[in-house]
């Protein structure tokens, strides 16, 4: 599946090089490979609600289906996105047939919630590390229109 919707410009917006600029893909750039693959696949089974695949129940994360969301409960929604990437994980690594480029690890960098800002949203980051020392960081929202 080619997910590739952005390329990057190796321009970034701050000095940090945290944030970079990004343009759309035009239809005679070449397809996604490798890690674009993997994280177009982890965002996938993240942002797919369990239970919701009739030949795969246990497809799909919990974390990131939440309607509402509270300074309270982020222990709970903490332990639930480190439970869903555990079987993320374990769900690629067993069905992955490439051979060149294979996933080795998802970390989880961080989960912010800003009750003032945004209260019924919850960014996670995840970084996605391969066989190849490739990495790439994907940001996945409980506020699924805004996923980047």
Known sequence: IDL???TPTGNYADQNNSSEYMQLVRPED???????????????????????DAFDPDYGGVSMH???ISQAFLPQLTLEVHDDVQRCTGFI???DGNNQERLLR??????????RL???????????????????????TTNQRQTR
């Open 4 to 6: 590739r919707l952005y």
């Open 30 to 52: 070449p397809s996604a490979l490798g890690i674009e693959v993997i994280a177009g696949k982890v965002v996938k089974y993240m942002l797919t609600s369990r239970g919701s």
């Open 66 to 68: 939440h309607t509402q």
């Open 93 to 95: 690594k067993r069905s």
């Open 106 to 115: 998802i970390n989880v960098l961080d989960i912010r919630y800003n009750a």
């Open 118 to 140: 945004t209260p019924d949203r919850v960014d996670v980051y995840l970084e996605i590390l391969t066989t190849k020392n490739n990495r790439a960081v994907v940001a996945i």
